[in-house]
Nanobody, 125 residues
Framework: QVQLVESGGGLVQAGGSLRLSCAAS????????MGWFRQAPGKEREFVAT????????YYADSVKGRFTVSKDNAKNALYLQMNSLKPEDTAVYYC??????????????????WGQGTQVTVSS
């Protein structure tokens, strides 16, 4: 059974940092693009960051560019999101996702076929 399990969420003050991790099991995603999405209360899920299968290409939402960094460790079958200079508007449930048939980084949620359960990130002002 394929699973993506996020960890590292929590409560942090504005300006602080968190590092989210996503551990994959059941299959390897070394040849798959992966990404992070988030959903705030009352809002639709939105794209945050994506990384290509090799890790050589990344894209970010404008709202997090310069503050968040996505990385991938194919040897550990893991995905990470380093979040710095956090703002209250970053409060959301963050989801890890894998696009098993896509190699290049992709912002399209429709191309992701595996999703984690999410981890809550709360940023207080």
């Amino acid at each position: 059974q394929v699973q993506l399990v996020e960890s590292g969420g929590g409560l942090v003050q504005a300006g602080g940092s968190l590092r989210l991790s996503c551990a994959a099991s059941g299959r390897t995603f070394s040849k798959s693009a992966m990404g992070w999405f988030r959903q705030a209360p009352g809002k639709e899920r939105e794209f945050v960051a994506t990384i290509s299968a090799s890790g050589s290409t990344t894209y970010y939402a404008d709202s997090v560019k310069g503050r968040f960094t996505v990385s991938k460790d194919n040897a550990k079958n893991a995905l990470y999101l380093q979040m710095n200079s956090l703002k209250p508007e970053d409060t959301a449930v963050y989801y890890c996702a894998a696009a098993s048939r896509v190699i290049g980084a992709t912002v399209l949620s429709s191309q992701y076929d595996y999703w984690g359960q999410g981890t809550q990130v709360t940023v207080s002002s």
